[in-house]
């Protein structure tokens, strides 16, 4: 499967020795950290993707904006399989933008599951991979060097913790 970056959409960001099918592997490789983390890019206007979340609270986040929900099922345990599915508007309130759904007059039960379409967010995708990638070229094993005092470098404090803020750049964090 082709990546959502290219490789060559990635050199007009990015400057690098790598050959094409590298600098593919290293997308690649950045891709699917997003796909496990959030899920597959966005696709089309009508494919949904179902995500199940706790509950006992007035709102509950996805991890992706929402485009439209198509279906919302509460469960009264975290054990159920059978619950109950929400079609009153009157009900939730979706906060499109948020990834958010609040529940109008109370709290979700303990599990949600929602079945919704995402909105498009390949760009915003595309940002967050130049990013990854360039971080993935410029790791070093040194925390600092120094070339006759022409040349000086210091790493970043911690190479996980900005890939990890990259990340959440893509996701909702409920707080």
Known sequence: MANLLSAS??????ETTLTDTQLDAVIA??????????GAAYTDATTTISETVRGKAKNIYLNRPILSVT????????????????????????????????RV???????VTVAYVPRDDR???????????RIELERTTMRQESVAGEYSYTAPMNWEAERQKLMRRLMFIAV
Not at 9 to 14: D, M, P
Not at 29 to 38: K, P, S, V
Not at 105 to 111: A, G, N, R, S
């Open 29 to 38: 490789r950045a891709e699917a950290e997003i796909t496990a983390a959030i």
């Open 9 to 14: 959409e990635a050199r007009v960001l990015i």
């Open 105 to 111: 007059y109370y709290e979700w039960d303990e599990k």
């Open 71 to 102: 279906t919302l099922t509460e469960y009264t345990q975290l054990s159920d399989t059978t619950g109950n599915v929400l079609t009153e508007n009157d009900e939730f309130f979706v906060w499109h933008d948020q990834g958010r759904i609040e």
């Open 123 to 133: 760009e915003k995708r595309k940002s967050v991979i130049i990013e990854l990638v």
